[in-house]
């Protein structure tokens, strides 16, 4: 028979080696994910824009705009929805500041996209495609705003935000329909859905962390939604956000 005496060293080193392994292997990323949605048998009805006094952008459009207010897409799923961690990350942690920018363009007499988000201290591209007369205040209460005329010539402007701040508006003096809102946060936490409703936050550490949602219509009428959710190490939650009309939004995991 063979002898199955293992020497008390070997269990030791082998011991060692794995937890040396088990402390190079870093921690997977969680991460939350979602629809947002509109529920109800009646969609919202937005008002028409008149932009008839300035014809270049008037003409660009086959159907009448219309204020982007409420924008639902098919499947009623929510576009512009503002979706970000508020609570549950580590106090004072630095986040490196991505090196692309974020862009904003005037494209029929309206800013596309209507909602962004941004870090602070991270490159603003506002441009200018329509080839008229724009003037982009921004209207931040807690840092310096700035007012910038855009001209034709002018096609292009960058700025960067000093500290977090959301939400606040973007408008334009010349059009006084155009208008648009920003949120400065100070992490890479956040999502804005698109056309499709999707929203996900994805890279964060296992913890439990407190979610706010921020729709232009509804945060002013119904207050701030805010909802908990605990991600264990690398786990990928779902969580979909429903608004019906008249009511608070509500999510759903
Ligand atoms: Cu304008």
């Known amino acids: 028979m063979k002898n ?16 040396l392994a ?9 991460s939350i994910s979602g629809t947002v949605r509109y529920e109800g048998d009646t969609v919202p009805k937005m008002k028409a824009i008149d932009m008839a006094k300035e014809e270049k952008c008037h003409t660009s459009y086959s159907e009448p705009p219309v204020s982007e207010m409420i924008v639902i897409g098919s499947d009623k799923t929510f576009e512009n929805v503002f979706v970000r961690v508020v609570g549950g990350l580590p106090k004072d942690k630095e986040y490196p500041v ?12 309206r800013y596309i996209p209507h909602v962004i988000g941004i870090q602070v201290n991270q490159t603003l591209k506002i441009l200018n495609s329509d080839g008229v007369l724009h003037n982009v205040n921004a209207k931040p209460k807690m840092m310096r705003p700035f007012n910038k005329a855009m ?40 999502s804005v859905t698109a056309k499709g409703g999707e929203y996900e936050i994805s890279g964060l550490d296992a913890g439990t962390y407190e979610i706010e949602v921020w729709q232009e219509f509804w945060a002013p009428k119904f207050g701030k939604m805010r ?6 190490d690398g786990e990928s939650k779902v969580v979909d956000i429903v608004y019906p009309y008249g009511k608070q939004a509500e999510a759903r995991q």
């Open 4 to 19: 199955l005496h293992v020497s008390p060293y070997r269990v030791m080193m082998v011991a060692g080696l794995c937890l």
């Open 22 to 30: 088990a402390m190079a292997q870093p921690a997977s990323a969680a």
């Open 98 to 109: 991505p090196e692309e920018p974020v862009i904003i363009d005037q494209q029929g007499c």
């Open 151 to 190: 001209p034709p010539a002018i096609k292009e402007f960058d700025h960067t935000f000093n500290r977090a701040e959301f939400p606040f508006e973007l408008r334009c003096d010349v059009h006084g329909w155009m208008g648009a809102y920003i949120g400065v946060i100070k992490h890479p936490f956040f």
């Open 227 to 232: 909802f908990t959710v605990t991600l264990g």
